[in-house]
DNA sequence: TATTGTTATACTCTATAACTATA
DNA sequence: TATAGTTATAGAGTATAACAATA
């Protein structure tokens, strides 16, 4: 069950011993690698992972509150609030203050921000089909699965 | 493909869209469930997933280089020299040069080490196996599986 | 009273480059 | 010249708490 992870290590042949097992940490090493990935297939759009979540999924969810997009996300609302800020400052996004709750903030796309995710969508299908280019397309949707089921399992965190 | 994660947001019935779909970020959640889950199970540790894993693979691997333990975590050089020296300032591990070549740094945990990895090692079984236990065995070993797989795809990063 | 967003602070992780001492 | 580690700096992400406005 670790003899990939052990052999793995071509460098000096490192040994994970019990953390070759590890779920935690193969998670954290799988998204490090999707992480390097898509700075590279992305690199000239100029967009972070965050960023471009954050975009598509405005343009899915128009309108959407920024605590409702940070809860989604699993992002901090004190963090939202300062990527949703530069993203209106570069102009991608426009936040307005809906009438009937005075304490929210409501999400859009602006123009702007509309081309940027066209521009962005091929690229970012392109990534993941190459990222994930070793695993079967089989392979790819057991992944999805097992990682939504991963997710579902417990109630969401509370900020 | 998408329902889960699309009916997922039982907050505001957010939709993911074409998102949902996106492995690069059902790796991003995972990981920081995974890490919420974590710091809950071993907080009485004082001890972070990064630290404890350069801990538990210097258990398996005493000598270690720091370059080499850097690589196979995927750390950069310049942080792995930080973390090294807050993990020896505590004790926990020593570092010394090999006569073989004085430019490298080799680790070896400390009897205090050693007893803190020791201590620690239950409650993280415990935490591997609570935080995945919504997936029975079979599917967290496919999980594993196709981790692996994924991360031996291409070749290491350079630094 | 509770909630939404905001501000402020601090810490971790990451990225980069320049530096040293060895090889 | 190249490599192992170090230092310095900057930025991104995160966690926390306190705050104002509104509900």
Chains 1, 2 share one sequence.
Do not use: C
């Amino acid at each position: 069950m670790a003899e990939m992870l052990d052999r793995a290590a071509s460098d000096d042949a490192v040994r994970f011993g019990p953390l070759a097992g590890s779920l935690g940490l193969l998670l954290r090493l799988s998204q490090l690698h999707s992480f390097a990935d898509f700075y590279g297939a992305l690199s000239r759009h100029a967009v972070r992972p965050g960023e471009m979540s954050i975009l598509m999924m405005i343009r899915e969810n128009p309108g959407i509150r920024q605590g409702v997009l940070a809860k989604a996300l699993m992002i901090k609302r004190a963090h939202m609030t300062k990527m949703a800020r530069r993203l209106e400052e570069a102009g991608l996004i426009r936040r307005t203050v809906p009438e009937d709750d005075r304490r929210a903030m409501e999400l859009r796309l602006t123009p702007q921000g509309r081309a940027r995710v066209a521009a962005m969508a091929p690229d970012l299908e392109a990534h993941e089909a190459q990222s994930f280019g070793g695993l079967t397309a089989k392979e790819a949707a057991t992944l999805r699965t097992l990682l939504r089921k991963y997710l579902a399992l417990e109630a969401p965190k509370e900020d």
